[in-house]
């Protein structure tokens, strides 16, 4: 594995990426048996690396199947349960070995999505999200400049963009996929004459709006099918994930299952 892996941009390959979140829960357990510290430190990288990139979803959360590129960059859109069940497995995991508080975020923001976009009101969860709607791919994540100045007040625009790495050209046929943070925050709010804690609270407010805005878009379909070895992956991440975050509201609901 050690052979295959991408030392700048994390993951395995040099093509197209994959999370294979298998085999990061693979190096997780090694590391622990072995103590192995660079078993730990290819799946950090790998992490960090996705959680900066377009694979995962930074207006509304979750993780895409894969991107076309190796730096994580362009997702194909589609968005599966297995997916992320697994990965919810791999950043709680990770969460124990190292007490990043990092891990623990993400693993709250995975839940919220779960919770909002693919748990069907019996409690059950649901396959996919596809990658299109109105026939377009990636048209319901993506962003025109122009309409992010339009709808960020003046005081976040400026800041969002330099912070998530927009521009005018885009990066995607001409639009923006929303990276993650591109920028050291210290540095930019010194910049911007701000705190570091007000830059992040910029930056959240506009990512509210934004996730306000794109909820009015036309949603892409959600393959409702609930399969049991799916839904066996994500119940057994969220028993993990209960267990390691006691204190989260958020791993707490109860649903009862009821089908006829």
């Known amino acids: 594995m050690s052979s295959q892996y991408d030392r700048v941009f994390g993951g395995f390959g040099s093509g197209q990426k994959f999370p294979q979140p298998q085999n990061l829960l ?4 090694y590391h622990q048996v072995t103590q192995d510290p660079q078993a730990l ?40 349960l297995y997916d992320n069940a697994l990965l919810l497995m791999v950043f709680t995991t990770c969460f124990q070995i190292t007490k990043d508080p990092f891990y623990e975020e993400i693993c709250e923001k995975l839940v919220t999505f779960i919770d909002r976009e693919m748990t069907s009101p019996e409690g059950a969860f649901y396959s996919a999200i596809d990658a299109d709607s109105e026939g377009v791919e990636g048209k319901y994540y993506t962003w025109d400049y122009g309409e992010l100045f339009d709808v960020l007040d003046q005081d976040q625009r400026d800041v969002f963009a330099e912070v998530h790495g927009l521009s005018q050209r885009g990066n995607f046929e001409g639009k923006n996929i929303i990276q993650g943070i591109q920028v050291n925050l210290k540095e930019t709010a010194q910049d911007y004459h701000i705190s570091e804690q007000d830059l992040k609270n910029r930056l959240e407010e506009a990512r509210e709006t934004l996730f306000q805005i794109r909820s009015k878009r036309v949603r892409p379909h959600t393959d409702d099918k609930v399969l049991a070895s799916w839904n066996s992956l994500m119940i057994a991440a969220l028993a993990r994930a209960g267990k390691v975050f006691p204190e989260k509201v958020i791993f707490k609901k109860e649903k009862k299952l009821s089908f006829s």
């Open 26 to 29: 693979f190096l997780l357990h």
């Open 41 to 80: 430190a290819m799946v950090e990288h790998t992490l960090k690396q996705m959680v900066k990139g377009g694979i995962w979803d930074q207006i509304g959360f979750g993780f895409s199947r894969y991107t076309i590129d190796r730096r994580w960059k362009t997702p194909h859109f589609e968005k599966m």
